[in-house]
């Protein structure tokens, strides 16, 4: 996966169909995942040394407005690492700023102590988003639509939709249309997981796309060089919670 794409959709850069095929491989591929990591990582270090230009940093403090020990930390560390060349930049985990402040790091021969931040309250996790799994049908007519509920505040619908373990293509295309058979949302170049001898689709759906109503979710596959195969349909009924 190329950085600059990874780089591009921290900073909002994609558009909307790029940017959920992102997140349809952010699902299904942990090294993608890691990736995304460590150019976040890469961008935060931008930020906190002034690298980055204006529309990037309003970009950087629209993102992480809710992650403010995060941006300090790292601005606390960008003068020092310039000297030294050795302090490492965290990943992943964040420390809260009291932990920040009780790191001693030792610059060339002296050993620097921050002065003690009050410490703060630990963020609450965010909730999972709401996830259904789906197996597909070979035929529009007839079966139970599937129903699934979102809350006002679910930013994204996760689908993992079973597979025939015969179907196996290079890549599918997954699309949602309206009991008046307009395309809700779609989505292309997915890639299939196999666990446990399960063929699995991954993929998140905005859920602004899905005000609510019946919906038909239809997935092709398609090999290098030939042309798309229906693989089959499911209805679900979504209702939208208060």
Known sequence: MDDQRLRAYLLGQLSEAEAESLEARLLADHEVFEALESVEDDLIDDFARGRLDAAESARVRERYENQPDRVRFARALAPRSARAHVVSFPRRQWLPLAAAAALAVAVGGILLRPERAPELPLPSAAPPPPSAVLSLGTSRSGGTPSEIALTPDAPALQLRVRLDPADRYDRYSMELRS????????VDDLRASADAGELDLL??????????????LGVRGVNEGGSPEDLGFVTVRITRRP
């Open 203 to 216: 993929a998140s759906v905005p859920s602004r796309a899905l005000p609510g109503g019946g919906y038909e």
């Open 179 to 186: 009991a008046a058979g307009e395309v809700a949302w779609h």
